[in-house]
């Protein structure tokens, strides 16, 4: 499916203009932090995330989007996100067009609320890893979930009195799922709804897909 930057662009307009509903996740000292989602608007548009280290403490074999919480140098959350994508990913530069932000998302432990920018990546740009922390650099087939041929699948939970979907992604090899799948769930939904796109519901599991490691 092609879709251009002006998609995208069109599709984040006015956004963030709700809260997330696992917004009460959040502790009262939770801190910001900030991700990227870089895109690229190849012939079958891909979202570039990571797959974080097994050596790590924490969060171990994991997948993410490039990103960490705000340093005293930033001059705003747009700016975190920049720099963490240049540093785990060597993407910077005049090549990097901002399009738009998505929900504000809390981690799953409520210590951080995540905000993401979303950038499209010139044709120039190659993701490397470049930090000892990230394992792999994946690629998700953005342009198969807007044609429904990938499979979405998620979770019901019941928080609050409420049902929420807690949704995931399975990849070749791994799954995406916490705070980050969040995030990109909401990106698929945002795009498909502002092409006009129609989605099959996402396959409802019984079990979440991480066991006894806590997600991001």
């Known amino acids: ?4 930057p002006d998609d995208v662009r069109r599709s984040l ?43 790590l403490r924490e969060h171990a074999s994991q997948v993410a989007f490039p990103g960490g919480k705000r340093e005293p140098s930033d001059v705003d959350l747009y ?16 090549g990097i067009t901002h399009l738009g932000e998505l929900t504000p998302t809390p ?14 990546v010139g044709e120039g740009l190659a993701p490397v890893a470049c930090s000892g922390e990230i394992a792999q650099v ?25 049902e929420i979907l807690m949704p995931h992604f399975r990849l070749d090899a791994c799954v995406l799922y916490g705070a980050s799948a969040v995030i990109f769930h909401d990106l698929v939904e ?19 897909p991480w066991g006894n490691r806590e997600p991001v």
Do not use: C, K
């Not at 994946?138 to 409420?162: D, K, T």
């Open 107 to 120: 981690t799953y432990n409520g210590r951080y609320l995540i905000h993401p920018y979303v950038v499209a």
């Open 79 to 94: 700016a975190t996100a920049l720099r963490e994508m240049d540093e785990e990913v060597g993407l910077a530069g005049e």
């Open 190 to 208: 945002r795009i498909a709804a502002g092409i006009g796109a129609t989605l099959p519901p996402p396959i409802l599991e019984r079990e979440m």
């Open 13 to 55: 307009a006015g956004l963030p203009a709700e809260e997330s509903p696992w917004i009460s996740m959040l502790q009262t000292n939770a801190r910001p932090a900030a991700v990227a989602i870089p895109i690229r608007f190849t012939r079958d548009p891909v979202v570039i995330a990571i797959l974080r280290s097994a050596e």
């Open 138 to 162: 994946l690629e998700l087939p953005l342009g198969a979930y807007l044609r429904g041929e990938a499979p979405r699948y998620g979770v019901m939970l019941n928080w609050r009195g409420a």
């Open 1 to 4: 499916m092609r879709i251009s």
